[in-house]
């Protein structure tokens, strides 16, 4: 209850007061605040906060999770809306743009475990687009989530061929270095792209991309269903009894 209590005086604070007393008054406190970091005046409610130097978050943001933690002059920009049970990490120089929406799900309900968005050196997520943390969503150094309105999701769903049965697929995303990924690009759950690999725009990324090299869109072509999630031998069943639906894990591939 006394943490609660403290981190909505924490958000308060940063929502209502200029930059220079937000920092006095978070290392009073205790909170780990570089040397230069700013805050504009944002909902920031987070039990834990960690900013190294010159980093800063820009006005107009709603963050609600669990731990942020900023590297040396990282920052995340405007209007951004960062919700849910979730740990985000940005190394040195990483950023979130603005007008992104970045969630998760309610914890056992919905979701269950720890789940992460990390940034590595100089990577950034730009403007207006849309990742979905149910599992995490984890980028190497000196990548881009470039251009507006791509998709990162970390869960999926089949149905059955008649009735209302359906079970969730959930599959974390790795995203290596130095990759480029182009504007309205869908990336799917439990994908893996390699390090130095480029997707064009527009692209629709279903499977993992192991070899560096540059991808593009193809004709649609019709697959076969997949087979019962039981005799899969890629997806383990998720044992939450919370869970409020059928959850499969999809395996990460070696």
Request: some cysteine.
């Amino acid at each position: 209850m006394k943490k609660q209590i403290i981190s909505h005086l924490v958000s308060l604070v940063i929502f209502l007061l200029p930059s220079f007393l937000v920092v006095i008054f978070l290392k009073f406190i205790g909170y780990r605040i570089g040397r230069k970091c700013r805050f504009g005046f944002s909902w920031v409610l987070v039990n834990d906060i960690e900013m190294a130097d010159k980093s800063s978050i820009g006005h107009f943001n709603i963050i609600r999770i669990d731990r942020l933690k900023l590297g040396k002059s990282a920052y995340i920009g405007r209007l951004n809306v960062v919700n849910g049970p979730l740990v985000v990490e940005l190394a040195t120089k990483a950023a979130i743009g603005n007008s992104n929406k970045i969630v998760r799900g309610r914890l056992g309900f919905i979701t269950y475990g720890v789940a992460y968005l990390k940034l590595g050196e100089l990577t950034k997520i730009t403007s207006k687009h849309h990742l979905d943390c149910t599992q995490s969503i984890c980028f190497g150094d000196f990548s881009i989530l470039a251009g507006i309105g791509s998709q990162i999701w970390s869960h999926g769903y089949i149905h059955e061929m008649q009735g209302a049965g359906r079970y969730r697929i959930d599959g974390g995303v790795e995203i290596g270095d130095n990759v480029y990924i182009g504007s309205g690009c869908i990336v799917s759950m439990g994908v893996r792209i390699a390090s130095s690999v480029i997707v064009g725009a527009g692209v629709t990324v279903a499977r993992s991309l192991i070899q560096p090299g540059l991808y593009v869109s193809g004709a649609m072509r019709q697959l076969p269903r997949p087979v019962d999630p039981d005799v899969r031998e890629d997806l383990d069943p998720v044992q939450v009894p919370s869970l409020c639906e059928r959850v499969y894990l999809k395996r990460a591939k070696a």
